[in-house]
């Protein structure tokens, strides 16, 4: 066999070896390319695709612009979106009455005049009766519960089922823990001392209220003060000290009553249009979905570090009287409420099938804290009252 039968046999061989090199070097110049993409004009890559497509939300809430704790929230979450994406998603966000007033949240998200908003879902109980649930209900889940019940619990679906015909995606987006019963121009001695009150106490709390002998009637954040100064109402509830103190109801009443039997660990809602969401790519689609998951913890964690301090304030500089609800005013409330609850159950489908859901998750969770939770608390109240030695 001579040389020039060998070239002849190779000559093939070597050009596709040549042709594989070529391939492999242009295949690692794009790959470096797209690496220099990713990194300086086309943030955004993803599995090899190059978005660079920048989005703007508004975003409109309930609260006053930046009001402690509820009104942060809806800046953390803008701002954690605003890091998470590099910029590729903004969020813009407006106080009550900035675009819309305070009560038109739920409509202008749904409507699509804005792209998201951050308030709480039983203000809208008159349009969607089940989302009382999304918030609390009186007697209802704790904080931690409502976190386990949404999350793990199928509450969440429920949540987004009740919305849908809304064009609305509901987010769990914050939680205030155990509120405060509220703020009284008179105590409360008796569940006779409600009749003829007027208090402003959203949700399914209100129509106990209201059985009770009071009048309830909803009001946003930033009007109580006005409201309770000027005798409009003659009581008021809204979290708890750190958020009370910041308002200054202690300016306009005297007595403050624990516990908030009412909301008993209210979660926030952060819903965002159908369509604004649908239109963001899938790795800003998570980092709405994470970014609200950790401002819902984040509120949280703040009220459970801000409430002790704005509490000792409130007792020790502003002289406030602070005031344990009676126990047989609780269980007049207790009642009023499973009939409340009742009622909303045998006049709505959906809130029946939420309801369903919640009390199998809260007849539960309810067992097994009594034996975890609530026993721990216990004995370690009983442990520092006995002396060691
Ligand atoms: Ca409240």
């Given amino acids: 066999m001579g040389t020039a039968s060998l070239e002849k046999r190779y000559t093939p061989l070597v050009i596709l070896l040549l042709v594989a090199a070529l391939v492999v070097v242009f295949g690692l110049w794009a790959a470096d390319q797209a690496q220099e993409d990713r990194g300086f004009s086309h943030p955004g890559a993803i599995d090899g695709q190059v978005s660079n497509e920048r989005f703007e939300w508004k975003m409109v809430t309930t609260w006053p612009k930046n009001l402690p704790g509820l009104g942060t929230a809806a800046e953390n979450f803008a701002r954690y979106v605003q ?61 931690q519960e409502m976190n386990g019940w949404l999350h793990f619990g199928g509450g969440l679906e429920l949540w987004q089922e009740a919305y849908a015909p809304f064009n609305l995606v509901p987010l769990a987006g914050g939680n205030t823990g155990v509120q405060m019963a509220g703020w009284f121009n008179r105590e409360i001695n008796s569940i006779e001392d409600f009749e003829g009150l007027k208090m402003r106490i959203p949700g399914l709390a209100g129509e106990v209220f209201v059985a009770a002998g009071g009048t309830a009637v909803r ?58 969401m649908e239109a963001l790519p899938p790795d800003l689609r998570a980092i709405v979905k994470y970014a609200a998951r950790a401002v819902n913890q984040e509120m949280l964690d703040e009220y459970t570090a801000r409430n002790n301090d704005a509490l000792r304030v409130l007792v020790d500089e502003h002289d406030v009287q602070l005031r344990r609800m009676p126990d047989d005013v609780m269980r007049a409330l207790w009642r009023s409420s499973e009939v409340a609850m009742q009622k909303l159950v045998d006049t709505d489908p959906m809130a029946a099938k939420v309801y369903a859901s919640y009390k199998k998750f809260y007849d539960s969770v309810r067992a097994y804290h009594h034996i975890s939770e609530q026993a721990y608390i216990n004995a370690r109240d009983q442990a520092m009252d006995s002396p060691v030695e």
Avoid: C
């Avoid at 100064?229 to 202690?250: C, K, M, R, S």
């Fill in 83 to 143: 890091e998470m994406s590099d910029g590729r998603l903004t969020v813009h966000v407006y106080g009550a009455g900035e675009i819309v007033p305070a009560m038109e949240v739920f409509d202008a998200v749904s409507q699509h005049v804005v792209d998201a908003g951050h308030g709480a879902a039983y203000y809208w109980k008159g349009k969607v009766p089940s989302s009382v649930f999304f918030t609390g209900v009186p007697f209802g889940l704790t904080a």
């Fill in 219 to 276: 009001i946003p954040g930033g009007e109580l003060y006005t409201s309770m100064q000027t005798g409009v109402i003659d009581a008021l509830e809204w979290v708890g000290p750190y958020n009370d103190l910041a308002l200054g109801f202690h300016e306009v009443a005297k007595y403050y009553y624990y516990p908030g039997w009412h909301e008993g660990g209210s979660t926030l809602e952060l819903i965002v249009n159908r369509e604004s």
